[in-house]
């Protein structure tokens, strides 16, 4: 059986700790970095090669959450990591579920396809504004 990594996004700290201590694998080891202009960076301090590999965090507040977790969940693919599972407690712009006056945008299907381009074959969320949004994507979504 792949080895399972679980990596806390900024966002969600508390709550990667707590699954952690649940489930009695170690937070690994992932370095956010912030230039000074403003541009994040995210390294992967430890093989996750063939790896489940989980990240936590919420995309709501700042949409640099959500870049976080984008950065994160590439580094993995890119790593070559088995299996990449998204574990997002708030699913941020999910009330802008559909076009409901000209010009605007569907955000939610927005945020679905950056995380599919991303390179994540699941997302683990609760609570969505509505279940419409779980056809947005074609991998399997667990709510």
Do not use: C
Not at 8 to 29: N, R
Not at 75 to 102: E, H, L, M, N, W
Not at 108 to 123: E, M, P, T, W
Request: proline share 3%; glycine share 6%; aromatic share 12%.
């Amino acid at each position: 059986m792949p080895e399972v990594k679980l990596f806390a996004a900024s966002s969600s700290k508390t709550l990667a700790e707590k699954i952690s201590d649940y489930y009695g694998y170690p937070l690994g080891d992932i370095v956010l970095r912030t230039f000074s202009d403003g541009e994040m960076q995210v390294e992967i301090n430890e093989s996750v090669r063939g790896s489940y590999v989980f990240f936590i965090g919420s995309t709501f507040g700042s949409s640099d959450n959500l870049l976080e977790m984008l950065l994160m969940i590439d580094s993995a693919k890119r790593a070559s990591a088995g299996y990449i599972t998204a574990v997002v407690p708030y699913f941020g712009y999910a009330r802008q579920d559909r076009k409901d006056k000209p010009r605007v945008p569907i955000s939610a299907k927005l945020v679905a396809n950056l995380f599919q381009a991303s390179g994540v074959n699941r997302i683990m969320t609760m609570d969505l504004h509505a279940e419409q949004i779980q056809g947005f994507l074609i991998f399997r979504w667990t709510t």
